[in-house]
């Protein structure tokens, strides 16, 4: 079942389902019977490829999600913690992919969500010196963890080694849920992931039990609202925010169809 969720989820993000459209739709066309129907596949694809590569259609199919759940504010010595935050003792970070290139250092490694995770947790955690830091991510036979390289990012960012718990066999959001439910063992948890994964995260560790608080990290739909000319334009970045957003919502689709 885990495979096939990942092969279905694959075959049906924006650049592979365009162009699986497009190539049935040049077959088509080949033939006398069927040549319409491959012509408006073919057209489908591009116009899909288009609006999945602009700059504002994407922002908007992803910022939904991200502004699901509030930014953790600015945290400093001279401002008191948010009530809610200040009684974490966990501070749990989600899996966001690595390198595994020889010669870079752990933060180098990370994915740019990976960083922006580690980062976030790592704010988080200067203003909870109590609590406990905990990574999650498996590895390819032979190749170090995507725990043991988040670990050693928080490590060259000033965490102590004796903070932090690696959870390394958690394959995807649900069995990390599980997991972090386990080493919290009701303990209030900051869960911290990308803006645009919370709300999937959130519907499966409430599911999980665990009693978190979302601290959502690396918004990458970021709009201050103004218009401009250049939020028309396309690129891959904005198919990147696109597949994201596709992504998540089949996600979600799924939970639903669960009845999670």
């Known amino acids: 079942m885990f495979w096939l969720k990942k092969l279905l989820a694959f075959v049906l993000m924006p650049l592979p389902l365009c162009l699986a459209l497009l190539a049935a739709g040049l077959l ?21 490829l288009l609006l999945f590569s602009n700059r ?10 991200e502004s699901r759940y509030p930014a953790v504010p600015e945290l400093s010595a001279d401002r008191p913690v948010p009530a809610e935050l200040a009684g974490c003792q966990v501070v749990a970070v989600l899996g966001g992919g690595n390198s595994d290139m020889a010669g870079l250092s752990a933060t180098s490694q990370l994915s740019t969500s990976a960083l922006a995770r580690i980062v976030e947790a790592v704010r988080i955690l200067r203003v909870l010196p109590g609590a406990r830091l905990v990574v999650s991510g ?7 963890t995507h725990a043991s390289i988040l670990a050693a990012a928080a490590e060259s960012l000033g965490v102590s080694a004796s903070r932090i718990t690696l959870i390394e066999s958690a394959r ?4 990390e849920s599980h997991a972090v439910a386990a080493i919290a063992g009701g303990r209030r948890t900051a ?34 609202g103004r218009f401009s000319l250049s ?12 597949t994201m957003a596709v992504h998540e919502r089949i996600g979600l689709l799924w939970l639903w169809l669960r009845g999670a």
Not at 172 to 175: A, L, S
Not at 231 to 240: A, N, P, R
């Open 191 to 224: 869960l911290v992931t990308s803006a645009w994964h919370m709300p999937r995260a959130a519907h499966l560790f409430a599911k999980a039990g665990v009693a978190f608080v979302a601290c959502p990290a690396d918004f990458v739909a970021r709009d201050d």
């Open 138 to 144: 498996p590895g390819e036979p032979g190749h170090p």
């Open 231 to 242: 939020g028309l334009g396309w690129d891959s970045e904005s198919l990147m925010r696109s």
């Open 28 to 48: 088509l066309a080949r033939s006398t019977r069927r040549a319409a129907l491959g012509r408006g596949l073919a057209v489908a694809a591009v116009v899909l």
């Open 56 to 65: 504002l259609v994407s922002t908007r199919l992803l910022q939904p999600l």
């Open 172 to 175: 995807d959001t649900e069995e």
